[in-house]
């Protein structure tokens, strides 16, 4: 009999800032072929958890996974299956669309011939070939963010991690980006993408998970009504069984 | 090549700032050092100048130009080379491309060899087209083909500079800790005006930071010939142990 293993799983995991809790036994998991999206105030977590997913930030203590690998031993074999766009991207100001996707695809050795497919196939979805030749310092604040979400997704991943993906999209950039996360899901792909925007993670999310003070302190249903309302209480009600 | 280097060669190939030091650098060395030479010639310099530039061109020999060219050569290439090695690492911090080197199948110790690498070939290449140009320019304002001892002192000067740009690798490390290329420019400003401080109180066969200047004739032609090859050593030793740590805090390079 075989078990799934989890895109991303992380248990009991806490990260402390001097005297500050940023992830207080935080535990979540993303399974193959989920869109689960992560929800909170500002400063609850939800980039720390990220960035430790992806080894940027080394937990104190808790245990960090990914593919099933631990992130601290993780190596290319597991690296060259994972995407992702956590505050800083991967787009290079001096480099044009184009060199910055090829970047991108060298970087999750990407062979060649395949990397020049996926990137006429993004600029075409993400509607950025008219801005091909174009510097990345002279795209407007929207298209860069598509192309960041190009170079996350150019390796096709089998996990993507994407912090605040659409927070400079106009409405018709957010139906793009939408469409190409749900093309992620369908052939298995695990995503964890963070959002303040409840509607747009309704329409996406098989699972919404919302993050208060360094945990995951309980979920909302997706596609339910009222959501903000939800969140609000689930919040409030932590805030009062656990004064800070 | 392998990814790592094929991106950074990219990278560095579209930068404005490193096509902007590569012009600097190949072209400072020669036109100041003829510009000198020619200026002491012609009495027309005055004042505070002019002291200067008969100090500087008092040996009035090729051997003496090209004395006088290292001394500009050394100082050019550890500060072109060096600005070129703080930008390379420190821009990735700056531009907020960093996080985007985690968590990827070619290790951030590949991508910081490669910076390293590459920062340190053109560098090398830089200053080689400025010592070159340098050497043709005294040729022919002195109108005298090099003799024996000046061809010495032309190829000392070339590997001088080469020398040098060993060198300048750790600055970017300095940005990689400070996370910041301002740092590296800092510490190196520092450099050369520590290395200045060490030869005036005699230690600078044993400063990496001196020896190919000496080695090169900045020092005179005495001086020169003092620079043994244990003195030499201690600059790709220098290197070595630059490459080492740069790698390393790279690999383990974290964004909290």
């Known amino acids: 009999m075989s078990t799934v293993v989890a895109s991303l799983s992380a248990v009991d995991v806490v990260r402390c800032y001097g005297t500050d809790r940023a992830l207080d036994g935080a535990s979540l998991d993303v399974q193959p072929g989920e869109v689960h999206a992560l929800i909170g105030f500002n400063g609850a977590g939800k980039s720390t958890l990220m960035k430790s997913f992806m080894g940027m930030s080394r937990p104190d ?103 605040e993906p659409t927070s400079a999209l106009d409405p018709r950039g957010v139906v793009l980006v939408r469409g190409l996360l749900e093309d992620a899901r369908a052939r298995g792909c695990g995503v964890l993408v963070s959002s303040h925007h409840l509607d747009e993670v309704s329409r996406i999310a098989d699972r919404i998970s919302v993050m208060h003070r360094g945990r995951l302190i309980g979920a909302l249903p997706p596609g339910g009504l009222d959501l903000e309302r939800t969140f609000f209480e689930l919040v409030h009600a932590y805030d009062t069984s656990v004064p800070s | 090549m392998r990814p790592a280097t094929r991106v950074e060669w990219l990278k560095l190939r579209r930068s404005r700032t490193a096509r902007a030091t590569a012009v600097v650098v190949c072209l400072s060395v020669p036109l100041t050092t003829v510009g000198m030479v020619v200026g002491a010639r012609s009495g027309r310099a005055g004042g505070a100048a002019a002291g200067k530039l008969e100090m500087l061109t008092a040996d009035a020999t090729t051997t003496g130009h ?39 199948p070619v290790t951030r110790g590949r991508i910081a060899g490669a910076k390293m690498l590459l920062a340190a070939l053109v560098t090398v290449a830089m200053t080689t087209t400025a010592g070159c140009l340098t050497i043709l320019g005294i040729v022919v304002i002195d109108g005298t083909a090099l003799d024996p001892d000046a061809a010495g002192r032309a190829w000392a000067l070339l590997g001088g500079g080469a020398l040098t740009s060993l060198l300048t690798p750790v600055f970017g490390l300095v940005a990689s800790l400070a996370r910041s290329y301002l740092a590296g420019v800092g510490a190196l400003i520092a450099t050369v005006a520590a290395a200045q401080l060490v030869v005036t109180f005699g230690g600078g066969l044993w400063f990496p930071f001196a020896v190919p200047a000496l080695w090169s004739g900045a020092g005179g032609t005495d001086m020169a010939a003092a620079v043994g090859p244990e003195h030499l050593a201690t600059v790709p030793v220098f290197a070595a142990l630059v490459t080492w740590a740069t790698i390393r805090t790279w690999n383990r390079l974290r964004l909290d």
């Open chain 2, 66 to 104: 090209l004395g006088l060219a290292a001394q500009l050569l050394t100082v050019v290439a550890l500060l072109g080379g060096g600005f070129l090695s703080t930008w390379v690492f420190g821009r990735e911090f700056s531009d907020g491309t960093v996080g985007g080197l985690f968590a990827l």
């Open chain 1, 61 to 163: 203590s808790g245990v960090v996974r990914v593919l099933g690998a631990a992130v601290d031993a993780a190596g290319p074999d597991v690296w060259r299956r994972v995407g992702h766009m956590i505050e800083s991207p991967l787009a290079y100001p001096d480099l044009t669309v184009d060199e910055n996707l090829g970047v991108a695809a060298a970087l999750h050795l990407v062979p060649p011939r395949a990397a020049r497919v996926r990137a006429e196939d993004l600029l075409t979805r993400l509607d950025l070939g008219a801005w091909r030749g174009r510097r990345a310092s002279q795209l407007s604040h929207g298209n860069r963010q598509r192309l960041q979400i190009a170079c996350a997704t150019i390796g096709l991943p089998d996990v993507l991690v994407l912090d």
